[in-house]
C-alpha cells in the first residue's frame, strides 16, 4: 500500500503563488507516476500535471501550462506542484496520486491506484 499525504493548500489572492507537496510512504516506487488533478464543486475531476519517477517526463493541462511546475524528490518521496499566476478558477481541491506505471493516458484519474485525501486551493480575486 501507499499513503500519500497532501499539504500546503490555503486562501491566495489571484495573481499570487502556493506550493503543494505529496509526501508518499509504504510501498515506494522505483518507476511509475505521479500527478496531481483538482476537483471543483459541481465538477468533475480533472488531470494538472504528472511526473515520472526519474523527474524527466512531465505533463501538464492547457490550463496551467506556462503557470505550474511539477517537481520531485526521490530522496524525501514528495512531489511538489509550484503554483504561480493563480487565478480564480484554480479553486479546487487538489489531490495527489501514485502508479506504478506511466501507463497509456496518465491524464486519467482512473490511470492511478493510489491517492490522496486532498487540499483545498482557493483563489480570491
Known amino acids: 500500500q501507499v499513503q500519500l499525504v497532501e499539504s500546503g493548500g490555503g486562501l491566495v489572492q489571484a495573481g499570487g503563488s502556493l506550493r503543494l507537496s505529496c509526501a508518499a510512504s509504504?510501498?515506494?516506487?522505483?518507476?511509475?507516476?505521479m500527478g496531481w488533478f483538482r476537483q471543483a464543486p459541481g465538477k468533475e475531476r480533472e488531470f494538472v500535471a504528472a511526473?515520472?519517477?526519474?523527474?524527466?517526463?512531465?505533463s501538464y493541462a492547457d490550463s496551467v501550462k506556462g503557470r505550474f511546475t511539477i517537481s520531485r524528490d526521490n530522496a524525501k518521496n514528495t512531489v511538489y506542484l509550484q503554483m504561480n499566476s493563480l487565478k480564480p478558477e484554480d479553486t479546487a481541491v487538489y489531490y495527489c496520486?501514485?502508479?506504478?506505471?506511466?501507463?497509456?493516458?496518465?491524464?486519467?484519474?482512473?490511470?492511478?491506484?493510489?491517492w490522496g485525501q486532498g487540499t483545498q486551493v482557493t483563489v480570491s480575486s
Open positions: 496520486a501514485a502508479d506504478s506505471q506511466w501507463g497509456i493516458r496518465p491524464t486519467l484519474p482512473v490511470s492511478y491506484d493510489y
Open positions: 509504504g510501498r515506494t516506487f522505483t518507476s511509475g507516476v
Open positions: 511526473i515520472n519517477w526519474s523527474g524527466g517526463r512531465t
